[in-house]
């Protein structure tokens, strides 16, 4: 398995709430990617970065920021969270912008 | 936007059958293919992939056949076991530039289930 964390891997929140969510990696890959899945939706890309401090917005980037200030971590924020962000979230990495991505296990965010 | 869909949503096979798993993809542009099995409460997990430039690819106990013609590209799981039992995606990438770099930017399909009975 690729060196991938997330966490939490399950959270419950409220709506209005700020949200963090990590994703750490040992693999030293430049590329980190964090992603939404949600049934009829597939996956769907929310934000990436391409280097420490590089970052640019995805598909569905609306609603969440995301940081990046070392290699390894990759952090994804809700500010404001609401109930169409619940989701399961994944992270994943990728050596270059042209090798296979690969992904941690997810985390289950509810936001009631 | 393009997409990438599937044409059977459930796959069932029993336990040494093969398994074909069938995508097919709209953008031209898209010039690298990749494979993902995904189990419940997993992640997607790395299967194979394929570039534009073949038509066949083999791994352990599966091919990934592409199509550039009709825009399709197959999954082959040969001996099919219970433990194969996932959604499968495919996912296509075109490149995409940004901030000065570029980068594969991939556009998942819906997946489809495979069931494998023993």
């Known amino acids: 398995d690729a060196g991938i964390t997330q966490s939490p891997r399950h959270k419950v929140t409220e709506t209005g709430t700020p949200v963090t969510l990590r994703c750490h990696q040992t693999?030293?890959?430049?590329?980190m990617y964090w992603y939404r899945q949600d049934p009829g939706h597939g996956l769907r890309l929310i934000h990436y970065?391409?280097?420490?401090?590089?970052?640019d917005k995805g598909e569905v980037s609306d609603g969440y920021s995301v940081s990046r200030s070392k290699t390894e971590d990759f952090l994804l924020t809700l500010e404001s969270a609401t109930s169409s962000q619940t989701s399961v979230y994944f992270c994943?990495?990728?050596?270059?912008?042209?090798?296979?991505?690969?992904f941690g296990d997810g985390t289950r965010l509810s936001i009631l | 936007g393009e997409s990438v869909g599937l044409h059977l949503p459930t796959l069932s096979v029993q336990e040494g059958d093969n398994s074909i798993i069938n995508c097919a993809y709209s953008?031209?542009?898209?010039?690298?293919f990749i494979w993902y099995k995904q189990e419940s409460g997993k992640g997607p997990q790395f299967i194979i992939d394929?570039?534009?430039?073949?038509d066949k690819r083999q791994g352990q106990r599966v091919t990934v056949l592409l199509n550039k013609t009709v825009k399709h590209l197959s999954l082959q799981i040969a001996a099919t076991q219970p433990g194969d039992s996932a959604v499968y995606f495919c996912?296509?990438?075109?490149?995409?530039?940004?901030?000065?770099?570029?980068?594969?930017?991939?556009?998942f399909g819906q997946g489809t289930i495979l069931t494998v009975h023993p």
């Open positions: 994943a990495i990728s050596e270059s912008g042209r090798q296979p991505q690969h």
């Open positions: 693999e030293n890959h430049r590329y």
């Open positions: 970065s391409y280097g420490v401090k590089d970052t």
């Open positions: 953008n031209s542009a898209s010039d690298y």
């Open positions: 394929i570039r534009s430039n073949m």
């Open positions: 996912a296509e990438s075109t490149l995409a530039n940004a901030g000065g770099t570029s980068y594969g930017k991939l556009t």
